[in-house]
């Protein structure tokens, strides 16, 4: 079956511009991750849903950053007043309730650039 | 707080060789899980080996093999007989056993395969 998608691929958005990345995580997974991985780290942790709601957005570096999920499926990251900090690539992942393995399955990322 | 350390920024070895990928974790839980993953230039994120820290049994996956030792909190990571397309960031990753929760991950090991 299909993996997590997510688009776009590349985001090139100047300082202060409002963003949005997109999430489609793998069918029936209810849990949903987002990550961010600045250039040369391992992701790090933003904000996790399961089902519509933000069960922990403890990673939200601050109020520009925010996430929704209102059907429980599709994720919306979305960014305000972007800042040149803010070029990484976001990640997105999503894990099946119930498993016991807390695998979680990684798309391919946006890479976002604030120029 | 859980943390998860990797002190090799880059390793390279020649094809066929085997390489041993270093990793440390810090943790007061009990019970979590262990990974590494390979993220190649492709920025997808691939689960390479999975170890449960209630099980003392070394997780083996073809080529690929961990030698866990929980009292030292080390995770290391032995790749045997690798390969051109073993070329790859390695992240070492934690998470809560039995909770669908956020994985935290080390840096990354930048690893070469040499023709």
């Known amino acids: 079956g299909a993996g997590v998608s997510q688009t776009p691929s590349n985001k090139v958005t100047e300082k202060g511009k409002y963003v949005e990345l997109r999430c489609d995580p793998i069918?029936?997974?209810?849990?949903l991750y987002w990550y961010r991985q600045s250039l040369g780290q391992g992701p790090e942790f933003l904000i996790y849903?399961?089902?519509?709601?933000?069960?922990?957005d403890s990673g939200l570096p601050n109020d520009r950053f925010f996430a929704v999920r209102p059907e429980g499926s599709v994720s919306t990251l979305k960014i305000q007043r972007t800042e040149r900090g803010d070029s990484a690539v976001y990640l997105c992942?999503?894990?099946?309730?119930?498993?016991?393995?807390?695998?979680?399955?990684f798309g391919p990322g946006t890479r976002l650039t604030v120029t | 707080a859980q943390t998860v350390t990797q002190s090799q920024p880059e390793m390279s070895v020649q094809e066929a060789e085997t390489v041993t990928l270093s990793c440390t974790y810090d943790?007061?839980?009990?019970?979590?899980?262990l990974f590494w993953y390979k993220q190649p230039p492709s920025r997808q994120m691939i689960l390479v080996i999975r170890q449960e820290a209630y099980k003392q049994q070394n997780a083996t996956e073809n080529r690929f093999s961990v030698n866990f030792q929980k009292a030292a909190k080390s995770f290391s990571l032995k790749i045997s007989d690798s390969q051109l397309g073993d070329t790859a960031m390695y992240f070492c990753?934690?998470?809560?056993?039995?909770?669908?929760?956020?994985?935290?991950f080390g840096k990354g090991t930048r690893l070469h395969i040499l023709p």
């Open positions: 849903f399961q089902g519509t709601g933000a069960a922990d």
């Open positions: 943790t007061s839980e009990s019970n979590y899980y």
């Open positions: 992942a999503s894990s099946s309730l119930g498993t016991h393995y807390g695998e979680q399955y």
């Open positions: 990753a934690f998470t809560l056993l039995n909770r669908d929760d956020k994985i935290i």
């Open positions: 069918s029936g997974h209810t849990a």
